[in-house]
């Protein structure tokens, strides 16, 4: 990454994993994380849990996050929770278009667009998922597919808006398969969503963008990939249910 113009986020993915019951013990074990200076580290979490992650954390620098929220800010949507909710809980970043929102439940880009409008009318950063099949990958349209993914997430935000938000890329068949991108290919990938958010924005706001990435990031292929300088911290799913993982990859930062 290039420490010149973006700080480096670790986020934490911990999906449908971990009770309110058990949150406080990880929480505590995942406290050493924040000793990392120029990182943001930042726990999303399952709704439920967020009081309870948010209390083990007040003394630290580290960020809680939700992993969804709906796109309208209030109203009639049973078992929803919006991106106000997430905020009064003291969410500071919500995942928005994860793959696996966009596959099992029916997540499109217009969704998806309309759940970052709604994170950043919160007070919210949303850190926004893109990334391509294995089949696209195999067909050669991985830039393609990003780019409409991208286009859309930030269609009808201003600059100022433009600022809150982060991206990361995480190609769907890396995601919890044990299989990584290389270094070099992810920073590919990541050097393309900043030349299409240049587009839109210009150069000095696609470049203070923060894009991490995500797919089976460990602590053992952390230090390649986040050497590389368009690759600014990762989403860490599996990872980062082990403490001891997860503070090796926000060291890797360093
Ligand atoms: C994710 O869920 O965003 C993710 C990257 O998962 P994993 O690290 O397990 O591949």
Known sequence: MDRRYRKAIIAANW???????????????????????????????????????KRVLRQSRIAVGGQ???????GAFTGEVSAQM??????KYVIIGHS??????????????????????????PIICVGETEEQREMGITEEQIRIQVKSAVYGLDADDFRKVVFAYEPVWAIGTGKTATPEDANEVCKAIRACLREKYG???????????GGSMNEEN??????MPHIDGGLIGGASLKPEAFAAIVAATK
């Open 68 to 74: 969804n929220c709906h796109y309208e800010d209030t």
């Open 100 to 125: 696996e929102r966009r596959s099992m439940f029916g997540e499109t880009d217009e969704i998806v667009r309309k759940k970052v409008a709604a994170a950043i009318r919160a007070g919210l950063r």
């Open 203 to 213: 150069a000095r706001p696609s470049r203070g963008t923060s894009i991490l990435y």
């Open 86 to 91: 997430l905020y009064d809980a003291g969410a």
């Open 222 to 227: 952390a230090p390649a990939l986040l050497a």
């Open 15 to 53: 999906k449908m994993n971990i009770n309110p019951s058990e949150a406080k013990k990880l929480t505590t074990a995942m406290l050493k994380c924040s000793s990392a200076k120029d990182t943001s580290v930042v726990l999303c979490v399952p709704a439920i849990d967020l009081t309870i992650v």
